[in-house]
């Protein structure tokens, strides 16, 4: 059994600034070998992607909306993933989840995933 749970979500202005972290854990997840990805979903809307970490590359992923305001990171060492959002404003506001697949190369799309998080709440106020 895998379980990623997010936290960091909440209430900020637009302008402001959150950190969302999201733990991995269970006995046949390798953190350090799987990609990870954030999405949010909007109130009526898909669920997007926001950022993504590949692997074996390491290579980052940012969607247009959120491109040098965003910022995913990972800590191995602590089977964790961050997003550090900056810069927020309405338009950011929605449910964030962290999700991760075992599937090499950039994935962008929520069916690539096998694992997802419960999600975490942000909404940006103006």
């Known amino acids: 059994q895998v379980q990623l749970v997010e936290s960091g979500g909440g209430l900020v202005q637009a302008g402001g600034s959150l950190r969302l972290s999201c733990a991995a854990s269970g006995r046949t997840f390798s953190f350090a070998a799987d990609a990870m990805g954030w999405f949010r979903q909007a109130p009526g809307k898909e669920r997007d992607v926001v950022a993504t970490n590949s692997r074996p590359t390491g290579r980052t992923y940012y969607a247009d909306a959120v491109q040098g305001r965003f910022t995913i990171s990972r800590d191995n060492a602590k089977n964790t993933v961050y997003l550090q959002m900056n810069s927020l404003n309405p338009e950011d506001t929605a449910v964030y989840y962290c999700?991760?697949?075992?599937?090499?190369?950039?994935?962008?799309?929520?069916?690539?995933?096998?694992?997802w998080g419960q999600g975490t709440q942000v909404t940006v106020s103006s």
């Open positions: 999700a991760a697949t075992s599937q090499s190369g950039t994935r962008l799309y929520a069916n690539d995933y096998n694992y």
